[in-house]
């Protein structure tokens, strides 16, 4: 079968080395030029984090021992108070749990090298200006045309082929801006080595706003600023940075020396969540269909942005399977995932809260530590909603039900263990 | 101020009056040809219900006379069960108000005439396919152009205006269809004279579909169906269309000649609830909004579309009162109007429910009955939901804070009551 993707990113890279695995024929078109000879855009997108479910895609494919090479291991969060103390949160209760650094040029170079495969071709500088979804003529602004029976789009969050379906009538579709805005920084490497813990992802949670860090194999580390827009447009000259930076970032203020260079050099780039539904229409023999952030753009916040990306090529290929290759009865299948997409896109805008705001409390951090207790205490029994998203596979959807029994359990047991202690108290009082 | 408005249907016809009443040099740009030459388009939409929100606009520019002159009025709903039995329900408790039926292609001609001012432009054939917001240069189908320092997109649930500001990095968009279509019929007059009773708003409640149907002037009713997709599509002979009526819809099946010509020749209608935040922009001079359902589509359930969009002249027409005619500050306090249009497009999803299932039941039926007797005895502080929403202006958002009050106070009530009754029976029992 010959399948068009639209997108040469993480996700159309990736999917296009699954179809190729079951002998379809697929053209890729990327709006942009190729990447490799360029070297990577600066500032214009945050580090990736791979955790599980992307290891899972990856390895299916034999492609998790280059990428994890490439990425910089985080066994947990380090948080940065206002006074410069550092508390170390593990992701997991056994500590031998991690989540991977990685840059989004990096990873994709990788992917375009495994998608050179003799049944895949790429054709760069393509941009897509229009799609009959009828007739599954494609056109691109180069003035270039083809034609397709088989079209995904996986062109991201601001996806062209999106563009098309959401033009058709009873096709549901919302996008929602947070009032923040994100802004990256750099550390660089001091004295040739890491100038902070580089096994970790670094958190200054400030209340409404916070930083992260990810470290990068060159030693650096890249900061990302999360700010309402107001704060960020009211840094409008070099003193207001560093004074800002001063007071509510001190410590890494010290390890940015182009910190007033790289605030005014880089782009505000926005957090949007999307929502389409159906993700493909079929119309006599032509079927248009969506996969990872142009069905689904989430918020950055748990990580997943590309993690579930990567499981949806991994649920289409089964979809595949289910079908025996026929795409419009898969990709009808593959409706069915949006009920574990839905549930990541909220809890990415829940984590936002948690991130900025809890983290730096005690009693979260009682919390997270009582949870890794009972972890251990109940291992495979017990498992907190952090490490299921991040380090199984289990269902998004499938991963709330089990934290809700779990609240429900944990409930009733310290219910019946107050009634106990009362008994046992009122018990030693008549004695 | 020159004022550009895009869309000269009946939002943007109103609007037109109220600016040129303030001294504002108006444009309309409309993309269809002037409709009053040609005749009404048919079978392209719903009848309209004007109540007291959209009479109280007309009112404010001495339009009302004119309008309620050209409609049908309908103090109740006529419910149509399976068997051919009809019940009343009056709209209010003393069957003294009524909703107003009207065409929308008549009430359209009644306010391009209205419009018809020393201020006001009409450019017909003129559909806007680009807009810059920055420069407020509009671009036309015919190749023309323009240049406004404030545009106000007054061009309906799929306005041209909305999708430029939708594309601006921070508008949160969304659009929900409902799996059901609509499709209009008509039931002509019957030697002369109505076929039915012609002071009601005829309903025939189906459980999962309905039909409703609006007296016209001519002695016709203009019917409309609200099917599931499916069950539209299922009916694709004339044997199969006939059948349906016939078993589902035997008294109105009966009064319809034209039935199978109708299905087979009108077209399929979509019902979509659009929301846009925010509804303006302003970029340097230039200011770009929206009003009416280019802001906030909604369902027809309620009869509150056009009645809504009426209101929403009203309370522009307020801002800029409040603000000394700067549309720039006038369409941004506008925006506070988006709390009331967010709650009329939920009661109309919710309507829809109530029409096509609950009127028809005897327990809904009583329930009624009970309402219309606490605002008997109670007048002036006991007043229905849809009695407050279709004869009364106040805000949406008020109505349902009333609601929820009187709610409150029956609940209370009532359960003082039963205490009552539950001591005087123990009383009596000791006795």
């Known amino acids: 079968m010959e399948v068009t993707i639209v997108g040469a990113g993480l996700v159309g890279c990736l999917l296009a080395c699954f179809l190729a695995r079951r002998g379809h024929q697929v053209t890729l078109y990327e709006r942009r030029p190729d990447p490799r000879p360029a070297g990577a855009e600066r500032g214009r997108s945050i580090n990736l984090a791979i955790s599980e479910r992307g290891i899972d895609a990856l390895r299916r494919l034999g492609l998790d021992g280059e990428v994890l090479k490439a990425a910089i291991p985080m066994p947990g969060r380090m948080m940065h108070a206002l006074d410069g103390e550092l508390t170390f949160q593990p992701y997991s209760a056994d500590r031998g749990q991690a989540i991977n650094s990685i840059g ?13 495969l003799p049944g895949v071709r790429v054709r760069f500088e393509h941009r897509l200006t229009g799609l009959d979804e009828r007739t599954g003529e494609l056109r691109f602004g180069s003035g270039g045309t083809a034609r397709a029976r088989v079209v995904i789009g996986a062109d991201g969050a601001y996806s062209a082929v ?11 579709f919302s996008q929602e801006y947070l009032d923040y805005g994100y802004k990256e920084l750099t550390i660089p490497p001091r004295d040739g080595a890491y100038a902070m813990e580089p096994g970790a992802l670094h958190i200054w949670p400030r209340g409404r706003a916070m930083m992260i860090a990810l470290p990068n194999p060159d030693r650096s580390f890249t900061c990302t600023l999360f700010w309402p827009h107001e704060d960020l447009a009211a840094l409008d000259t070099p003193q207001r940075v560093r004074a800002r930076f001063a007071a509510q970032y001190p410590d890494a203020f010290q390890l940015m020396p182009g910190l007033v260079e790289d605030y005014q050099a880089n782009p505000v780039g926005h957090l949007v969540t999307m929502r389409c ?14 996969i990872g952030d142009a069905a689904h753009a989430i918020v950055p916040f748990y990580g997943q942005g590309a993690n579930c990306g990567f499981e949806d090529c991994v649920e289409l290929d089964r979809c595949l399977d289910e079908t025996g290759d026929d795409f419009a009865a898969a990709l009808a299948l593959f409706e069915r995932r949006k009920t574990d997409t839905d549930v990541i896109a909220r809890l990415a805008l829940e984590n936002f809260v948690e991130m900025r705001d809890k ?33 199984s596979t289990t269902p998004y959807s499938e991963v709330e039900r089990r934290v809700a029994r779990q609240r429900r359990w944990v409930a009733a047991a310290g219910l019946a263990a107050a009634l106990l202690a009362a008994g046992l108290a009122r018990t030693a009082r008549r004695r």
Chains 1, 2 share one sequence.
């Open 104 to 116: 989004r040029a990096e990873l994709n170079r990788i992917l375009l090298a495994a998608a050179a």
């Open 162 to 172: 999106r563009s098309r379906l959401r033009a058709l009538p009873g096709v549901g």
């Open 277 to 290: 539904t159906p993700w493909h229409v079929t119309t006599g023999e032509v079927t248009v269909g969506l």
């Open 359 to 391: 983290v730096g409390s005690r009693l979260f951090l009682a919390g997270k530590r009582l949870e890794h207790a009972l972890e251990r205490a109940l291992p495979g029994r017990y498992a907190s909603r952090y490490e299921l998203v991040s380090f």
